[in-house]
């Protein structure tokens, strides 16, 4: 036949699919990583389903708490100490010879109503604070609840898609 050195040589079998076993390999490689941030993504939208629900199950009960405080422990009225009060400071020093305590009834009871409506206003005042404060928290709340779900929507929607792409790859061999 031939001289061992003349002519061309054929490569081994081992080396023609070395190619396309690297190939493969590589093939595989992406997949698993893949498959990895497919876990690492429902591992993160699972955290964050158990913490909005654990938020939610702690909002209920602050809420609870709050109706039961506001409904058995309120007073009755916000006037309730002024009607008990007596009007005129120096109603129980008139007696007394402290020429410093003898004011206009008149002066003094008006001034007692003013400080009063003052007092109402400031306590109207802080109410509406308050209740804006409330209505921007609520907001914030919400507006934090939306973005959780579209977050969580939106890894889905991915985790759908790259199942897809495999299911589509998988076809395709």
């Not at 004011?103 to 209740?131: A, C, F, N, W």
Request: charged content about 35%; aromatic content about 4%; hydrophobic content about 25%.
């Amino acid at each position: 036949m031939g001289t061992p050195g003349s002519g061309r040589k054929r490569t081994p079998v081992k080396d023609r699919f070395s190619a396309e076993d690297e190939a493969l390999s590589n093939i595989a490689r992406e997949a698993e990583a893949r498959l990895a941030a497919k876990r690492a993504a429902r591992a993160e939208a699972r955290d964050i389903r158990m913490r909005e629900l654990e938020r939610q199950q702690r909002e209920l009960d602050e809420k609870s708490d709050k109706q039961y405080a506001e409904n058995y422990t309120r007073p009755s009225s916000r006037n309730s100490a002024s009607a008990t009060t007596p009007l005129s400071g120096n109603s129980s020093r008139r007696g007394s010879g402290d020429t410093s305590s003898l004011i206009d009834p008149d002066t003094s009871l008006s001034e007692l109503r003013d400080i009063y409506d003052l007092k109402d206003q400031i306590h109207d005042v802080e109410g509406r604070y308050m209740q804006g404060l409330k209505e921007l928290k609520e907001s914030l709340s919400e507006v934090e609840e939306k973005y959780k779900k579209a977050m969580v929507s939106n890894a889905q929607l991915d985790n759908e898609k790259n199942n897809l792409i495999y299911q589509v790859d998988t076809l395709k061999d």
